[in-house]
């Protein structure tokens, strides 16, 4: 791998992601959601913090994240382009982490202008800025892991829609899995427990930095790059 390489693929990504009509809907798209849902919850419930806008979004990036990710091989394969790419002096390597990255940037672009929430909570009461901080950092690495099963889900179809869909379902399963552990045999509770996003997420935007939850979502990161890797050098 070169960093020299993947920093040349990441900024014709990125390049690629700010002149398409799709990245701008899909940024109106997140903060409306996330604006009306935080505004909403917070007259209601008068709490001073910012808990019901990270309770809700994991589900958002569930679908987000996948909207983000779902041409950046997909497109390739049905143009053609992946071809050309095929013969330049780039590594695959190199080239899965750098969209990867630019899937990742875009998703802090996201995030950034949701900052204003907790200037706005800041005004009107005391805000605890651990929980923020943390939450914030949460859904980086949220962001990282789902980017991660975007990019798999990309490399596997030439059909955008199809890999919106699997990226979306694995999204989606790992965010609701937490909430159905009552119904499975108490045995396996604590597998699909830790096997959740949303539990090791929740941890971290609670302000408790545990190495167990770093090691899930870098985990989940490095098996849908590698997997990538994996799908992408069968099909050459």
């Keep these: 791998m070169s960093l020299k390489k993947i920093n040349t693929i990441y900024k014709r990504e990125v390049q690629t992601f700010f002149t398409s009509p799709v990245a701008y809907i899909v940024i109106t798209l997140f903060l409306l959601l996330t604006g009306w849902f935080f505004f909403s ?26 909207a983000l990710t779902m041409r950046l091989f997909a497109e390739e394969y049905r143009s053609g382009s992946f071809e050309i790419s095929g013969t330049l002096p ?17 998703s802090v672009i996201m995030l950034v202008p949701t900052i204003v929430y907790a200037f706005f909570i800041s005004f009107v ?10 939450g914030y950092l949460g859904a980086l690495l949220l ?43 108490p045995f396996l509770t604590g597998f699909f427990q830790y096997l959740g996003s949303i539990y090791h997420f929740n941890n971290i935007a609670k302000g408790v930095l545990d190495s167990r ?24």
Excluded: H
């Design 90 to 106: 780039v590594g695959l390597m190199d080239i899965i982490i750098g969209k990867f990255l630019a899937a990742l940037f875009f």
């Design 213 to 236: 939850d770093l090691v899930y979502f870098l985990s989940v990161m490095i098996v849908g790059l590698y997997g990538t890797f994996m799908v992408i050098r069968e099909r050459s």
């Design 125 to 134: 009461g005391e805000l605890d800025p651990g929980p923020v901080i943390g």
């Design 41 to 66: 919850t917070f007259f209601l419930a008068g709490r001073a913090d910012m808990r019901d806008f990270f309770n809700l979004l994991p589900i958002i990036f569930s679908f987000i994240i996948p």
């Design 143 to 185: 962001a990282g892991a789902y980017s991660a099963i975007g990019v798999l889900a990309s490399s596997l179809t030439k059909n955008q829609i199809v890999a919106f869909i699997v990226s979306a379902a694995v999204c989606f399963f790992l965010t609701i899995i937490s909430s159905i552990l009552i119904f499975l045999p």
